[in-house]
């Protein structure tokens, strides 16, 4: 049997639903090993998804200052901090991730996305159309592309990429918000 690292098994925790006992172990790894760049991503990303952003941001500022040219670093760094409203600083880290790899789709989504809600459409539209190209099958890139196509005024276009979201999330959450945005 192959022995996995605390944060591998802190992580694998978080998948299957039991988030307490992930974090707890993702924490005692960062105790023994304060620069386990698998500890300080995924403790980062999950605190960040539960609401507390400050220790989010700062895990995933420390894991950047290890790694700057880890692409997924810097994506989970713009997550942090757009859920923590702060735009700007997000979009900054989003630039650093398509700096780092412009065909990483997950950077351009997000890219686009939090552009498009500063309302740099335009630009926003850039990112959002390369990360449909790259993410073909992920109904949230193509969601964020409709909202933005709507919101500049691009009903046909947009109706097109609503359309895209509904079929590959049939009866899904995603597929409510096209439909909203459909009608």
Not at 33 to 47: F, H, R, V
Not at 86 to 99: E, G, K, S, Y
Not at 101 to 107: K, Q
Request: aromatic residues 6%; without cysteine; hydrophobic residues 45%.
């Amino acid at each position: 049997a192959v022995a996995t690292s605390l944060a591998d098994q802190g992580s694998a925790y978080i998948r299957q639903g039991e988030t307490d006992k992930g974090i707890a172990l993702l924490r005692v790894a960062l105790e023994r090993d304060p620069d386990d760049a698998g500890a300080l991503l995924n403790l980062g990303m999950i605190l960040g998804e539960r609401g507390d952003f400050d220790e989010s941001i700062r895990l995933l500022e420390r894991l950047i200052t290890f790694f700057p040219d880890y692409p997924g670093a810097w994506v989970a760094l713009g997550v942090a901090r757009g859920r923590a409203g702060f735009w700007n600083d997000a979009i900054l880290a989003f630039r650093q991730a398509v700096a780092r790899d412009e065909l990483d789709g997950l950077a351009r989504k997000n890219l686009g996305a939090a552009l498009s809600q500063t309302g740099k459409l335009e630009e926003g539209l850039s990112h959002l159309k390369a990360a449909v190209v790259l993410l073909t099958e992920d109904p949230q890139a193509w969601l964020n592309l409709a909202m933005n196509l709507e919101q500049a005024g691009e009903f046909g276009e947009a109706e097109i990429a609503y359309s895209r979201v509904i079929a590959l999330d049939p009866g899904g959450a995603l597929s409510e918000r096209a439909e909203l945005g459909r009608n």
